[in-house]
Structure formats: C-alpha cells, structure tokens
C-alpha cells in the first residue's frame, strides 16, 4: 500500500483510486436499496466522492499537464480503484454490502463505518509522509473525510 516515501504525483493518483473505489461502493450501495431516501442518500455520498476525484484530477493535471486526459471520466479509466478510502480491498468491501439493509438506520451504519474508515487512513497515512507536501495532501483528505463523518453521525442520530 504506501510506504511513506512516495512522491505527491504518485500520492495523488493512489488518493485519486481510494476515492474511485468508495464512488463504486456508494453507488453499489444505492443500487441494492429499495427505499428512495436511503437510494437518495446513497447517491449523494457517490457524488461526493466523485467531487473529490474532480478535485485530485485538477490537482493532478495542474503538475503534469502532459499526462492529463481531458475528462474526468478518461481519468478515471486511466487509474486503477482497487481500494476504497479506508484501504480495504473494494471487492471486500462490497461485501458488506451483501446484508440486507432493513431501513434506515442499517444504511447509516454501514456509511458511519466506511467513513470513519477512510478518515483513520489518512489520517495515519499523513502521519507516515515523508514529503511535507504528501503530507499536507493526506491531512487535507483527512479533514474532508471527518466532514462526512460527523454528517453521516448526526444522521445516524437523528434517525436514532
């Protein structure tokens, strides 16, 4: 996975693939759901982790310029998402996806859970950079990450 020593271009393309994993696992989520408000809410989370993907690709064409396809979907075929935000195996994660999601209060769960996943990752990962400006990247990522995390808490506790 990191190592600690990788370069911010590198870093930016591994963060671009975690945040491609968790679209997909968003959006396999919303897929699975029947009820329109927990679909909906699922959605949402998709669109914003593509929000960040939308992010890292300007980012990432800002420095390399010559590499940089014009479209944030040619982009998105060019790098490979493997992982989700927390740096489970994307594939594993879907599999907590396999549980039925009874209402409401399941789907929040298993978003508390995805989400406090990704924070610990870059969190620990900013931790490990020996680049400032890697490091920088992954504390900026962190602090997005507790954002949805403390949304998708106050959710969870209003449906509570």
Do not use: W
Not at 21 to 27: E, I, K
Not at 88 to 97: F, G, H, I, S, V
Not at 112 to 128: C, V
Not at 133 to 157: I, P, T, W, Y
């Amino acid at each position: 996975m990191l190592k600690g020593d990788e370069s911010l271009l590198d870093s930016i393309l591994f963060a671009f693939g975690l945040e491609k994993g968790s679209n997909t696992f968003y959006n396999k989520a919303a897929e699975k759901v029947d009820d329109p408000n927990i679909k909906e809410f699922f959605s949402a989370m998709a669109e914003v982790e593509r929000g960040h993907m939308a992010n890292l690709r300007v980012l990432y064409c800002s420095m390399d310029n010559d590499t940089c396809p014009v479209t944030l979907e040619e982009f998105t075929e060019t790098v490979p998402g493997p992982y989700v935000e927390g740096g489970k195996l994307l594939e594993n994660a879907l599999k907590d996806l396999d549980v039925a999601f009874i209402d409401e209060l399941d789907a929040m769960k298993v978003a508390l859970k995805h989400e406090g996943e990704a924070y610990g990752f870059y969190a620990k990962a900013a931790k490990r950079m020996q680049d400032p400006e890697v490091k920088v990247l992954f504390e900026n990522l962190a602090v997005e990450e507790k954002k949805h995390l403390d949304a998708v808490s106050k959710r969870l506790k209003e449906t509570e």
